[in-house]
């Protein structure tokens, strides 16, 4: 398998509080972008991070990135509920990199904030 | 339709039993995409198509798996003589452009094979 690395793979906090989830990979990269499934239902685009960028807002969310560790961090803030879901980061490129955005994935965070 | 659609939403197949898993993705999505997600596990890439042209099918475990695009807009992914390892979910996802990062999922096909 291919798929980077995150952690950790389960998290439980209580509303208000923040989450954090971590992810790995193994290659160089051109983007890495944060996904949200609900139980069942299909993958959900939350926040996208260039190579040459190191930090990206959007409404509760921050992510960082940091190429030289080959790392990224999802962070939210003020959990809901509602927040509850699995994570999963996915980068595109690398040294065999292809030009229309093939993505690899982690194998996901289980979010599950209580209210 | 506006989103990604994704039929049967629920397959059950007997061992051995040939399936095909459709896809309808956003009108004007040039790229399409498959990606197998096991169990408690990330999506895996399976093959992509601009267009009706499939440029990469190297995530195809076997040659028992099949993907076709034939007019540019639809896509089905078919599983000839289904094995238990099969047994997954079976997502699509399409974007706009050939190159613009975000991807767009359908909810996915469950495969059960027993």
């Known amino acids: 398998s291919q798929q980077g690395e995150e952690d950790p793979q389960a998290l439980s906090i209580q509303e208000g509080e923040n989450a954090t989830m971590n992810c790995s990979y193994k290659t160089s990269i051109n983007n890495l972008q944060w996904y949200r499934q609900n139980s069942g239902r299909g993958l959900v685009h939350l926040i996208l991070?260039?190579?040459?960028?190191r930090e990206k807002h959007s409404g509760r969310l921050r992510v960082t990135l940091d190429t030289s560790k080959k790392s990224s961090s999802l962070l939210i803030t003020a959990s809901r509920a509602a927040d509850t879901a699995s994570y999963f980061c996915?980068?595109?490129?690398?040294?065999?990199?292809?030009?229309?955005?093939?993505?690899?994935f982690g194998q996901g965070t289980i979010l599950t904030v209580h209210p | 339709g506006a989103g990604v659609s994704q039929s049967p939403r629920y397959k059950v197949a007997k061992r051995g039993q040939d399936v095909a898993l459709r896809c309808d993705p956003i009108s004007g999505h040039v790229s399409l995409f498959w990606y197998q997600q096991a169990l408690g596990q990330g999506p895996e890439f399976l093959t992509y198509f601009q267009n009706e042209a499939q440029l990469d099918k190297s995530g195809l475990p076997s040659d028992r798996f099949f993907a076709e695009r034939p007019e540019g807009s639809v896509s089905t992914l078919k599983i000839q003589r289904t094995q238990q390892e099969d047994s997954a979910v079976y997502l699509c996802?399409?974007?706009?452009?050939?190159?613009?990062?975000?991807?767009?999922f359908g909810e996915g096909s469950r495969l059960t094979v027993l």
């Open positions: 991070i260039r190579s040459n960028e």
């Open positions: 996802a399409s974007s706009f452009r050939v190159w613009t990062g975000e991807l767009f």
């Open positions: 996915a980068y595109a490129g690398g040294a065999g990199g292809t030009s229309y955005g093939k993505l690899t």
